[in-house]
């Protein structure tokens, strides 16, 4: 692999570099913009499966045209995902939901799932597209804009199956005899990182318990306010009473159901991302190791002189420069995934107080207006009596 690729600032192309500078000075300028939309269920004689269309508008020069429009399945996503991993080892690439079953959901193919999967397949494209350095990757674009015949030729010329098994087996060899100084920076990154999943894992657990007592809670609301007007035909002196009190319970089922759809929609899928956040950060950990346990072996083995002494200096040099990256790399993105981290899921947080806010007020004034109308009918009445 060419030691470049580690580095966290290749652009492909000087146009690409123009684009990349101009991203990172100018915020407000973006020059890639991708949908994923309209779900689409193909059922074959061997298997079922979704494809999603993608659309992609841009003005960077390097792109053949200025809008594309291709359909991808899960499949596709996930070798793109493989592509960048392979290609960025130590950097963070956004991650994919769940192949099957994303918590909360039942069946595969249901609406629920489709719609859940086709956000979170929108959100890890537009997170590369947002990212420095995974947007200018070359099978990044291709995922983009060739058709799917391109797409399956392109996937053809990737690395053979024994390439593959000497990679793998040599990542394994490594992993196996772990780093024996692992710099301090790197210790407290993958402290962060543990700490970080206990903490995630936990909210994702309660955030989901929260969800369900909520749909509990709203199911069995659901049944008072038809029971209030039946027994309304049987109270003739209450009959407007318990149908104010019907009505009051409806407009607090409405409430409650948006305030669901925004803990379904908004929370639960902001908190679930960085359970798998967490989860790829320690495969990153886990490849920077494996990078520097290899160059450490190369380094034990010219101490005691196991092999060509001149060939080992010379892959020394090369591992040196490859570890430097891989680091610098993993250091340059860390800092910009936790800030991005942060934002997240303090805005996610902050926008389901403030619609929790919202919806209990909603109630508060619904239940107040309502006694405030059975006061007036009392004083009404008490008058009336009086008279």
């Known amino acids: 692999m060419d030691i470049n690729s580690f580095s966290p600032m290749m652009p492909t192309s000087p146009l690409s570099m123009i684009n990349q500078i101009k991203f990172e000075d100018e915020s407000d300028l973006k020059d890639l913009f991708i949908t994923v939309d309209e779900p689409e269920s193909y059922v074959t004689t061997i298997e079922t499966f979704i494809t999603y269309r993608i659309i992609t508008k841009t003005s960077r020069g390097e792109f053949d045209s200025s809008e ?4 991808r399945r899960y499949q596709d996503f996930l070798w793109l995902k493989g592509k960048l991993e392979e290609a960025h080892p130590t950097l963070i690439i956004p991650p994919l ?3 099957f079953i994303v918590k909360g959901m039942v069946e595969r193919f249901n609406d629920d799932f489709i719609e859940t999967r086709k956000k979170a397949l929108h959100k890890f494209l537009n997170r590369i597209a947002d990212h420095p350095t995974l947007t200018f990757n070359e099978d990044f674009k291709v995922f983009l804009t060739a058709q799917a015949w391109e797409l399956s030729s392109h996937k053809k010329q990737g690395p053979g199956l024994l390439s593959r098994m000497g990679q793998t087996v040599r990542a394994v060899a490594s992993s196996f005899r772990g780093v024996k100084n692992r710099p301090e920076e790197f210790m407290e990154m993958n402290n962060f990182i543990e700490i970080f999943s206990q903490k995630i894992n936990l909210i994702d657990k309660i955030s989901q318990r929260i969800y369900k007592e909520e749909r509990e809670y709203f199911e069995e609301m ?45 929370l639960l899928p902001a908190v679930h991302e960085y359970v798998l956040y967490s989860e790829m950060l320690m495969g990153v950990m886990k490849r920077r190791d494996q990078i520097q346990a290899e160059l450490d072996s190369k380094v034990e083995a010219l101490t005691y002189r196991k092999g060509d002494t001149d060939l080992l200096t010379e892959e020394i040099g ?7 990256c891989a680091n610098n790399a993993l250091k340059a993105d860390w800092e910009r995934w936790k800030q991005n981290m942060q934002n997240d899921i303090k805005s996610a947080f902050t926008d389901m107080a403030e619609e929790n806010i919202h919806y ?11 006694l405030t109308t059975q006061t007036d009918l009392h004083i009404e009445e008490d008058s009336e009596d009086k008279l």
């Open 68 to 71: 594309f429009e291709v359909r």
């Open 360 to 370: 209990y007020e909603q109630c508060l004034a619904t239940w107040e207006s309502f």
């Open 318 to 324: 090369k591992l040196e420069d490859k570890v430097e």
């Open 97 to 99: 939901p769940e192949k």
């Open 222 to 266: 659901k049944e008072y306010g038809p029971i209030h007007v039946l027994w309304s035909a049987s109270e003739e002196d209450l009959v407007d009473t318990l149908k104010g009190i019907a009505s009051c319970i409806e407009k607090c089922c409405k409430a409650t159901e948006k305030q669901m759809s925004g803990l379904s929609e908004a």
